[in-house]
């Protein structure tokens, strides 16, 4: 009998293991971010090697009358699962940026900076996902249209495939 309950245990272990390891293979759409950063954000989110990581790229660029700005960030995420569908993460990676000042052409030129994040998703039954994170940024640049550091809150809505 100990042994069948023994068995019983390590079996649901497996199971519920292999539930919170159930992450998009890949995830296209959009990074909604506002304080200091870019704004919205073209996102890819790749899984890597079936475990419960992942990599995702974004894409960012603003254009007012003062400056434009666009601004391309990697990160790596470790995902954990909450509860059924929902998972929190938690990332650092790196980034790089351009800036050109229309008002002071010698304002102009490239940054790169440091980023980390930490967020919570849902996966719905259908093929969509929503996010919500933090990222803050810590640029290295001398540009006045960049802050040195930079907390970019954001809601994430992407098409699983």
């Known amino acids: 009998m100990k042994k069948f ?11 519920f293991t292999a539930k919170a390891q159930e992450i998009s293979k890949n ?3 959009l990074r909604m971010g506002g304080s200091d950063g870019v704004g919205a954000e073209v996102s890819y989110q790749r899984q890597i090697h079936k475990e419960n990581n992942r990599i995702e790229a974004n894409l960012g660029w603003r254009n007012n009358s003062d400056f434009d700005v666009f ?10 699962n909450i509860e059924n569908n929902f998972n ?8 790089f ?14 940054f790169l900076y440091l980023a980390g994040t930490i967020g919570i ?3 719905f039954d259908i ?17 006045h249209a960049i802050n040195d550091v930079t907390p970019d809150l954001a ?7």
């Open 5 to 15: 309950v023994m068995l019983a245990f390590i079996g649901f272990g497996f199971i």
């Open 71 to 80: 601004k391309l960030t990697g990160l790596y995420h470790w995902v954990w």
């Open 121 to 123: 998703e849902y996966n």
């Open 88 to 95: 929190w993460y938690a990332g650092a990676g790196a980034g």
């Open 27 to 29: 995830a296209i759409g």
């Open 155 to 161: 809601l994430g809505v992407r098409y699983k495939f």
């Open 97 to 110: 940026g351009n800036v050109e000042d229309k008002h002071d052409f010698h304002n102009d030129g490239s």
């Open 127 to 143: 093929p969509l996902q929503i996010s919500l994170d933090l990222r803050p940024e810590f640029s290295f640049s001398d540009y």
